[in-house]
Nanobody, 116 residues
């Protein structure tokens, strides 16, 4: 099994920055894409950004240019640098890991709150 532990959430003012980190452990062989998703109250979970083992990235249109996803394959970590935060970025942020096209793990989530 794969375990994911997120850290780095918190409260920040509009325009501020936060960096989220996700550490993977356990049976991590063959994990390819890792990603960040978020879920705001009353809304469905949505994709924020993904990154493959070879560094190819994909971003939601709403965060492109403000968020940067990065990965350290040696440390089995994936980070999300979030800049120019907006109130609509407020959500619980989840890390996930995929093996092929199958999600193999979700983290427990970390709260990000952007105050205006």
């Amino acid at each position: 099994q794969v375990q994911l532990v997120e850290s780095g959430g918190g409260l920040v003012q509009v325009g501020g920055s936060l960096r989220l980190s996700c550490a993977a452990s356990g049976t991590i062989f063959s994990i390819n894409t890792m990603g960040w998703y978020r879920q705001a109250p009353g809304k469905q979970r949505e994709l924020v950004a993904t990154i493959t083992t070879d560094g190819r990235t994909n971003y939601a249109a709403s965060v492109k240019g403000r968020f940067t996803i990065s990965r350290d394959n040696a440390k089995n970590t994936v980070d999300l640098q979030m800049n120019s935060l907006k109130p609509e970025d407020t959500a619980v942020y989840y890390c996930n890991a995929n093996r092929g096209y199958t999600v193999v793990a979700w983290g427990q989530g970390t709260q990000v709150t952007v105050s205006s």
